[in-house]
């Protein structure tokens, strides 16, 4: 009779597409029964129930078992991953390695953070975002700011809620051409949301690997002041991407912001660009003030050896369309604010050029649409806390 050894190392030979490991170090073989007629029982764990690739594992551990010696049948079947079970292979990939299915297509990820509050992080992420897809670019944002979101507004949205796809995806919400997802789709407006490390960390999750981003050419992430806990969480996740920096002119917030960069080069995050805001406001008559001081920007770019994309100039419609809902690179790209910051979109296009990743080849079958009430279309996943 077929021993358990045998089947176990035959099995070596069967890879997930999308982890690129074989089934057996990914400890995902859950059982093996043998039984002395030649019949082999095999169980599979899945990362999620509706695995698109189900039927690859199902073919290719029937045909690696049943090349073995004294098998006559093999029955192949499935079950789920626990959150443990999860988490442990996903420690075991290192980081970053799970959620490969909803990025992977995404072909740039930017991070936009500055280490301080205050100085126009989320503002500028929608309109560069904004910018980006007014030059045809296809575009997502993604608000990690969970405790201060601010880009529903920004966008004009958050009255409805995401709706999910028959793949049990979270679908973003849309405006300007750009993809939005945020945790203030989710929570009533003005809930004090209390978040801890492990929730904070399975939202954020959740976000990249349960939301439709699709086909993108770059999705900006909004963190939130400071380099605490998301940063680091996005850091795992995200290995590739890169960070965008936003400061001010003045030397206190410069070096605040070197903290963030400093913290961007300890987990690995590539910087890729400054962006100086709030370089001086110009008076209707012509008058220029330095309200900031000069030469923040240029200081911490030269510093860090990145270009400086972008310096953002005070102007009173850049808070105005923020605050109405709709970017000001949309509503008046003239504005010498909205200006800058479609030369940093374009920047943003020079330094992080489209390149897909290439994709395993895998025929993927969609699942048909259940025809299950609503209540039973909830994402697949980690839930979100608070839906
Ligand atoms: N250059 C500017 N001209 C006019 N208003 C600005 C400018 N930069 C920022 N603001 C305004 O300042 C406020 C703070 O900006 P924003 O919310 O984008 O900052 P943030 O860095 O994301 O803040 P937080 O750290 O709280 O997330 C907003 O009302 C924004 O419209
Ligand atoms: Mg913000």
Redesign the pocket.
């Known amino acids: 009779m077929v021993g358990n050894d045998e089947i176990r190392k035959a099995l070596e030979v069967v890879i997930d597409p999308e982890l690129h490991r074989s089934i057996v170090e990914l400890d995902m073989v859950r059982s093996i029964d043998a039984s002395p007629n030649g019949v082999v029982d095999v169980t599979v764990s899945l990362t999620t129930p509706g695995c698109p690739i189900k039927g690859h594992f199902q073919t290719s551990v029937a045909d690696a078992v049943a090349k073995l010696d004294g098998v006559t049948h093999v029955n192949v079947f499935f079950d789920v991953l626990s959150d443990e079970q999860k988490s442990a292979l996903q420690q075991k990939l290192g980081r970053g390695a799970l959620p490969e299915g909803s990025l992977a297509q995404v072909a740039n990820v930017i991070c936009v953070g500055s280490g301080k509050g205050g100085v126009c ?2 503002t500028l992420t929608a309109n560069v975002a904004a910018a980006l897809s007014a030059e045809g670019k296809r575009v997502g944002v993604l608000d990690a ?1 969970v405790w ?1 979101y ?1 880009i529903p507004r920004m966008y004009g949205l958050g009255a409805t809620r995401p709706a999910v796809s028959p793949q049990r995806k979270i679908i973003p919400l849309e405006s300007h051409g750009v993809k939005v997802m945020s945790i203030g789709f989710f929570v009533e407006e003005d809930a004090a949301v209390v978040w801890r490390g492990p929730m904070l960390h399975k939202a954020l999750t959740q976000f990249l690997q349960d939301v439709e981003w699709g086909v993108l050419d770059y999705l900006l992430v ?1 963190l ?2 400071g380099t605490g806990d998301v940063s680091m969480t996005l850091a795992q996740l995200l290995p590739q991407a890169r960070f965008l920096i936003v400061t001010t002119p003045q030397q206190t917030a410069q070096k605040v912001a070197r903290r963030a960069a400093q913290m961007a080069e300890k987990v690995d995050l590539q910087i890729c660009g400054v962006v100086e805001n709030m370089a001086g406001f110009t008076t209707p008559s012509g008058e220029r003030f330095a309200i900031f001081g000069e030469g923040g920007g240029v200081e911490l770019a030269d510093e860090l050896d990145v270009p400086l994309l972008g310096r953002v100039p005070l102007t009173m419609p850049l808070r105005a369309q923020a605050d109405a809902g709709t970017p000001l690179t949309i509503e008046d790209p003239d504005d010498p604010a909205a200006q800058a910051i479609r030369q940093t979109a374009r920047g943003l296009i020079a330094i992080a050029p489209v390149q897909l990743p290439t994709l395993p080849l895998v025929e993927v079958v969609p699942p048909a649409a259940p025809a299950a009430p609503d209540e039973s279309r909830k994402p697949v996943g980690m839930s979100l806390p608070m839906a």
Request: charged share 40%; hydrophobic share 0%.
């Open positions: 992080k989320s700011d201060g601010s909004d939130p002041p």
